[in-house]
């Protein structure tokens, strides 16, 4: 069964500081997305990893796959308060259709002024 | 604007009554699924379907029915709503069933008394 752990779920940071989120999955897959959601509102896609050393950027945003240490990042550069949302990172389980996405619980991340 | 169009926003409804919960797309796209939102369990799915005439149970399909007669609509129903099922919900589409990026619709915020 595959299983995904974010950490941290809560993280709270300062305006300018660098932080990472990891999401690791148990199973082997080459396919990881992360979601953004906004308190009260419905789910962004942001990145779609789709191989071994894929990398994303957007903004102060990046997002990276290991699929060897079965391990995605999503790193923040010199956060800003508008960062301030959940992040999901959700695992394709590769065996039939999208019905095999597996998220992950969410990382809650609050930028402080 | 294209995207997933989900009604009700929010509903409350007394436990035993039938509920349906309508999602429509118009991005033709050919999979749709319904996930529920929990605090500190995530998004869970709870049925999808591939193409239009097919439907797949997911993780959570217990106490829910969907049908899917065309591509663009893909309603919910509760037959008699319990208590456990106060949640979010979220109607969601992708291109085809085996892409996992994901478009998500506003939710469907049920409380069931």
């Known amino acids: 069964e595959l299983k995904v752990e974010q950490n941290p779920l809560f993280l709270s940071m300062q305006e300018g500081k660098n932080y990472t989120i990891y999401c690791n999955y148990s199973?082997?897959?080459?396919?990881l997305y992360w979601y953004r959601q906004d308190p009260g509102k419905s789910l962004e896609s942001l990145f779609v990893?789709?191989?071994?050393?894929a990398v994303k950027q957007e903004g102060r945003l990046m997002a990276s796959l290991d699929t060897k240490a079965r391990l995605s990042t999503l790193h923040i550069t010199a956060a800003v308060h508008d960062l301030s949302a959940t992040y999901f990172c959700?695992?394709?389980?590769?065996?039939?259709?999208?019905?095999?996405?597996?998220f992950g619980k969410g990382t809650k991340l609050t930028v402080n002024p | 604007i294209a995207g997933i169009t989900q009604a009700p926003t929010s509903q409350i409804l007394a436990a035993g009554r039938r509920m349906t919960l309508r999602c429509t797309q118009d991005?033709?796209?050919?999979?749709m699924y319904w996930y529920r939102q929990d605090l500190g369990l995530g998004l869970r799915l709870i049925h999808y379907?591939?193409?239009?005439?097919?439907?797949g149970k997911g993780e959570v399909p217990d106490g829910y029915s969907v049908s899917r007669a065309n591509t663009d609509d893909f309603p919910l129903t509760l037959a008699s709503a319990v208590p456990s099922q106060t949640s979010v919900y979220f109607c969601?589409?992708?291109?085809?069933?085996?892409?996992?990026?994901?478009?998500f619709g506003e939710g469907s915020r049920l409380t069931v008394l």
């Open positions: 959700a695992v394709d389980r590769q065996k039939g259709g999208s019905e095999k996405l597996v």
């Open positions: 991005m033709r796209h050919n999979a």
């Open positions: 199973t082997t897959s080459d396919r």
């Open positions: 969601a589409s992708s291109r085809d069933h085996n892409t996992g990026e994901l478009f």
């Open positions: 379907s591939n193409t239009a005439g097919t439907t």
């Open positions: 990893l789709l191989s071994n050393g």
